[in-house]
Each structure stands twice: as structure tokens, then as C-alpha cells.
């Protein structure tokens, strides 16, 4: 057996028969073969992108814009911290000019609670067959609107509008005085002059209330504001009236019920820590009539809430 023996470096060094010395015949690189990249301090001194081209600069539209975002923030930082520096007369400057823009509302995230429930209720009276004054029993409108509520994720404006109205109609009656406020608690009713009686008119209330005024912060802008949603009520407590007792109405009041619920500390007290409150308004004359349409519309809604008799 012939030894396997390594050839010496000087074979491994030769050239072979079929390569001799012609540099024509030497072997090219495989083009799918990698180059390798030479390393930081040998060979080329910067690498190429890898699609063969340096990557340009930022264009002068994005240096711009990038420029402008920049002074916005800038400013939006600065504005903000004025803002909330203490008082100075650029602090009043700087938030009336961003008030309109970046008012924060915190109530939103801590709201005044309200702490009592208001409703209204009405009373009417019509004429029976002898011509004599016949008196209903009061009707919690609120109560019959918020019956339509429950089992509803999105219930109606519509349902709320008594006590919308109450909200509106108790805060122009606040702004009157002690004097006044009685005055409006009493009937809005006079003789007419061929017998009977009529509304009393609102130049001789207006004149009333500003007689017994006391108070000189109490204005007629207070007066009128006050006799304009009196004048509502009385038109809406005459048509819901209609509707409701199915009978030709001559007169309506109202009164505002206020229920507070106990405080956090005895919620779970059968006892009421808060009494009840009413304040009942005198009658009101009905001098108009309620179109057909109208009391469809109001029969309608209260057959829905469940009102009907």
C-alpha cells in the first residue's frame, strides 16, 4: 500500500499545466459572490448607501417646514408657561388671546353637583255644566316626563323640559327681591269692566313690581325677564292642562317642589336629614286659545309617558 503523504509547499505553489503563466486564463470573481467591505482604517475611507448612491440632504421644503413646527412649539411651550405664571399684565394678555382657543373647562371633570331635585307640578280649573268653578287635583308634570326614562340609553330632550324650565324660571325669580317675590306668589287676575275677569296686563304688573321694589340692584331687565317665563308657563300649563283633563280651562297655577337627598355622611339613613320645600304661584287667567294641532301634540305625549286618564 502506497503511503498517503501531503504535497510539499513548493507543488502547492505551482501552477498547473492548464493555467501556466497566461494572466488571461487567471479565474474572475463570481459576480453573485459578496465583496467584502473594507473595515474602518483599510482600503476606501466612507461607505456607500447601499444602492450604490450617498444619500442627499433634507430638501429646503423640509428644512422649512421642520423650522416652523419647531417656532410653533416653541411658542405653544412659552404661551403656556406665562400662562400659568402668577398674575403680571402679559399673563392677561397672553390668556385673553387664547382663551377662546384653549379655555379649559374643568367642570367638566368636576362638576357643581346639583343637590336638589325640583319638579313641577300644575293645577287648573274649568267651568262645569252650572258655570261653577271646578278645581283639579294637582299633576307632577316632572314626575310624569321621567316615567318615559328608565329602560331608555338615550331618552329625549323632550323629557326633561319641565324641569329644564323650572331651572330657568326659579333662577328669575331668585333675582327678585323679598317684596317682589311675594307679589309674584299672589294671583295675576283682575275684574274686567263688563263683569267677569281677565288677565292683568303686563304694564300694570310691571309697574307693581317696581313700585314695591326695594332693592335698587333690582331692575326692570329683571322684572321683564321674570314676567316674559311667567308668561310661558302659564301658556304651557294651560295647554298641558287642556290635554290632560279634557276640559276648557279657565285659569292654572304651578308650584316648584324641592326634595334634598341626605348628605354623603347619612345616605344610608332612613331618616330625611333635609325638609321639603314648596313654593306655590297664584292663578294665572287663560285669555288665549290652543289650536287643534297643538293639543294633539301634547294628548299624544302624554298618552305615550303613560299620563292619560
Do not use: C
Not at 263 to 281: G, L
Amino acid at each position: 500500500m502506497t503511503p498517503i503523504t501531503r504535497p510539499s509547499a513548493a507543488l502547492r505553489q505551482a501552477p498547473g499545466p492548464a493555467h501556466h503563466e497566461d494572466p488571461g486564463l487567471l479565474e474572475e470573481p463570481h459576480p453573485e459572490r459578496p465583496t467584502a467591505e473594507p473595515v474602518d482604517g483599510q482600503g476606501r475611507s466612507t461607505r456607500r448607501h447601499p444602492g450604490g448612491a450617498t444619500p442627499a440632504p433634507p430638501g429646503r421644503a423640509a428644512r422649512i417646514a421642520a423650522a416652523v413646527s419647531i417656532a410653533l412649539v416653541g411658542v405653544y411651550v412659552a404661551g403656556t408657561l406665562v400662562i400659568v405664571s402668577p398674575t403680571t399684565p402679559v399673563r392677561g394678555a397672553v390668556v385673553a388671546a387664547a382663551g377662546p382657543y384653549f379655555t379649559q373647562k374643568w367642570n367638566v371633570f368636576a362638576p357643581s353637583i346639583m343637590k336638589t331635585n325640583i319638579t313641577f307640578s300644575v293645577q287648573a280649573q274649568w267651568r262645569d255644566a252650572d258655570g261653577a268653578l271646578v278645581k283639579s287635583d294637582w299633576v307632577n308634570v316632572t314626575e310624569l316626563e321621567q316615567q318615559a326614562v328608565p329602560g331608555h340609553a338615550e331618552p329625549s330632550r323632550i323629557q326633561k323640559s319641565s324641569w329644564n324650565a323650572m331651572l330657568a324660571y326659579n333662577a328669575r325669580y331668585l333675582a327678585l327681591d323679598a317684596e317682589q317675590r311675594e307679589l309674584v306668589r299672589d294671583t295675576f287676575i283682575q275684574r274686567a269692566d263688563g263683569g267677569g275677569y281677565r288677565a292683568q296686563s303686563a304694564e300694570s304688573l310691571i309697574a307693581d313690581l317696581e313700585a314695591v321694589g326695594g332693592t335698587p340692584s333690582t331692575g326692570r331687565g329683571d322684572i321683564v325677564r321674570f314676567l316674559r317665563y311667567d308668561y310661558m308657563l302659564k301658556e304651557y300649563a294651560t295647554a298641558f292642562s287642556t290635554a290632560y283633563f279634557d276640559e276648557d280651562v279657565e285659569r292654572v297655577r304651578w308650584r316648584i317642589d324641592r326634595t334634598r337627598p341626605n348628605d354623603f355622611e347619612n345616605r344610608f339613613s332612613e331618616e330625611q336629614q333635609f325638609d321639603a320645600t314648596t313654593v306655590t304661584f297664584g292663578w294665572r287667567h287663560v285669555d288665549d286659545v290652543i289650536d287643534a294641532e297643538t293639543l294633539a301634540v301634547y294628548r299624544d305625549v302624554i298618552s305615550r309617558y303613560g299620563g292619560a286618564r
